[in-house]
């Protein structure tokens, strides 16, 4: 644990690695008038206890398992709503939703430019000139969000009512979701047998055709871009995947033509029956803002995905049932061998022709 005093506030900085303590250091000491930066959770709880700070910065970057940091949902209650700013890394982006359980935090998606990591910490620094009017517009901020979730779940749960047309319904679902403020263009992945992945609809207000850029609308899977893309990493690894700058990928040329249909940031989720089950797809979202998502809006997406979900679900089985339905009638009209009209065929045709004849001679 090491100090570095600046102009500006008390921060406190965790990460284990040395060399990335040293690069914020580098980046951003200027920034605080003391900044501590810890090599564990123990240290830097034992920093938060001993001086009130300003910030908190947690730097997640190179754990490849939520569980290896342990100890930090601890840091982030005991923070009460007090700045804290979490620094995560895109292909971890899940793990966002999970720690706002523990409150409320800013984050950045990760990797960051020096100049735009300064501008994140300059601006969880910042002290608004107005705390009052500062309070109020957050009420009012967050009163608009829920509208807005509101909104748009109605709208989702009238698109779920053509389960008759599995692809009637995607489009639907993809309309609905356009209904979010900044959303361009919405796409309903389906994960059909044997792991065929298919492009089964979208909605696209910035002339963004979705199967053009992944090359193939079937077998997205094996796709070249299955581990950069959020929709295929959602369906490839069962997670969220928030990807706020094309760049960050880490392909450019996806990156530019994102770019080109004014796409500035993707949310992807995972489709599924139920909770720990097989993925049945994704939904796909693309925005031409950027947006900080709060708890309330990450737990209503998760539920958007599960209104999504059960809906392909009772898609699938109603199929399933009509078919299984003209199998059996076929079955019980038809000999198993032959595959000739049986005596029960034969019955239902006399009946029908002597219904027919009555039917005539009453008109006649």
Known sequence: MADVYGLHGVGVFFHPEEARRGAFQSSCGELFARLTVCDSVDAAGAALAARSADLLILDLNGFDHLGELAGVGALIRGRAGARTLVLCPY?????LPELM???????????????ELRQAVGAAL????DPAAAMQQALLDKEKELRDLLGVQRSLQRAL???DSV??????????????????HTA???????????????????HLDLGRLMQRRDRLLQSPLRDVFPPLMAVARGE???????????????AMSLHDRNVRMILALPLRAEPGGPEMGAICLMFDRHITFSREQFACFASLAQFVSFGLGMSELKHQNDALAGQLSQMSTQDAVTGAANRRAGEDTLDNEIRRARRRSAAG
């Open 126 to 129: 910042a002290v608004p000139a």
């Open 167 to 184: 692809p009637v319904m995607a489009a639907q679902i993809c309309l609905a979701l356009c209904n979010f403020p900044g959303v361009r």
């Open 91 to 95: 292909e971890h982006s899940a793990w």
């Open 101 to 115: 359980a523990y409150g409320c935090f800013d984050y950045r998606i990760c990797p960051l430019l020096d100049d």
């Open 240 to 254: 969220m995947m928030l990807l706020d700058a094309p760049e960050k990928a880490g392909d450019p040329e996806l």
């Open 161 to 163: 009512s053509a389960i």
């Open 188 to 206: 309903v992945l389906h994960l059909r047998e044997r792991g065929d992945l298919q492009l089964v609809a979208q909605e696209a207000r910035n």
